[in-house]
T-cell receptor
Framework: LAKTTQPISMDSYEGQEVNITCSHN???????ITWYQQFPSQGPRFIIQ???TKVTNEVASLFIPADRKSSTLSLPRVSLSDTAVYYC?????????????FGQGTELSVKP | EAQVTQNPRYLITVTGKKLTVTCSQN?????MSWYRQDPGLGLRQIYY???????DKGDVPEGYKVSRKEKRNFPLILESPSPNQTSLYFC????????????FGPGTRLTVL
């Protein structure tokens, strides 16, 4: 199973772009990369998922290099409400890979 | 409203007293999973189920049991709780087709004295 490594914490200011990188050196061919956001006392919430290259939705972008050994979640122009813990997850439920290992998460603090 | 529900939300119990935390989803998801969350350790998977009557161990299954008799329900059973099972527990569900997106419940905060 691919193990993920992320920075424990990051600080930013409102209006800045934030990039959080996740390392997953042992990613399997069928694995997808998924990012979740978690606020205190709530369950994690899906942000974005990708397999390779770049994926963009209304809240974030996900950059995945060709070797897929890392990925970068990009949050454009963060606000105070983006203060949360962000988790990178590698796996593929669709392919029968039900055993999933979350990393320790990155605690993002956005300051005014 | 599509959701995952957990009960109870908070529970304080004593060592050795059997308990069950229920999890139910109304999205007809095949996949369901239980996680525990502890400070500094992130989310760790306890058990998961790919479909009815199909369950398997996650990363930290010791001291827990699960069952999947119906598609919508996935209860977590602690036969003899111990203080080291004091934690925040999350249930999640997902389709096994389409996106890998998991939908998480609100969490159950368990304290074992």
């Amino acid at each position: 199973l691919a193990k993920t490594t992320q920075p424990i914490s990051m600080d930013s200011y409102e209006g800045q772009e934030v990039n959080i990188t996740c390392s997953h050196n042992n990613i399997a061919t069928n694995d997808y990369i998924t990012w979740y956001q978690q606020f205190p006392s709530q369950g994690p919430r899906f942000i974005i998922q990708g397999y390779k290259t770049k994926v963009t939705n209304e809240v974030a972008s996900l950059f995945i290099p060709a070797d897929r050994k890392s990925s970068t979640l990009s949050l454009p122009r963060v606000s105070l409400s983006d203060t949360a813990v962000y988790y990178c997850l590698v796996g593929d439920i669709r392919g029968g890979g039900g055993k999933l290992i979350f990393g320790q998460g990155t605690e993002l603090s956005v300051k005014p | 409203e599509a959701q995952v529900t957990q009960n109870p939300r908070y529970l304080i119990t004593v060592t050795g007293k059997k308990l069950t935390v229920t999890c139910s989803q109304n999205m007809n998801h095949e996949y369901m999973s239980w996680y525990r969350q502890d400070p500094g350790l992130g989310l760790r998977q306890i058990y998961y189920s790919m479909n009815v009557e199909v369950t398997d161990k996650g990363d930290v299954p010791e001291g827990y049991k699960v069952s999947r008799k119906e598609k919508r329900n996935f209860p977590l059973i602690l036969e003899s709780p111990s203080p080291n099972q004091t934690s925040l527990y999350f249930c999640a569900s997902s389709l096994t087709s389409g996106s890998n997106e998991q939908f998480f419940g609100p969490g159950t905060r368990l304290t074992v004295l």
